[in-house]
């Protein structure tokens, strides 16, 4: 039987909301090993005073497998 975990995160990128995503997971893999999936929660933007976006922030929620 395998026992799964769940974290949450946030991670940011100026780019857009996937290079967030992969940077976030990349940073987690840092430290948590087993990684099986993410589910991305919530997203938002940064604006400037010109409502251009700056920054995206995305909330993950990473499984992954306790061993």
Do not use: H, P, Y
Not at 33 to 62: F, H, M, P, Y
Request: proline content about 0%; hydrophobic content about 45%.
């Amino acid at each position: 039987m395998a026992v799964a975990k769940v974290i949450e995160l946030n991670t940011s990128s100026s780019i857009g909301i996937e290079d967030a995503v992969k940077t976030g997971l990349a940073k987690c893999a840092e430290s948590v090993k087993n990684i099986q999936g993410a589910w991305v929660n919530d997203v938002k933007v940064v604006t400037d005073g010109s409502g251009n976006i700056t920054e995206w922030r995305v909330n993950l929620k990473v499984t992954f497998v306790v061993k």
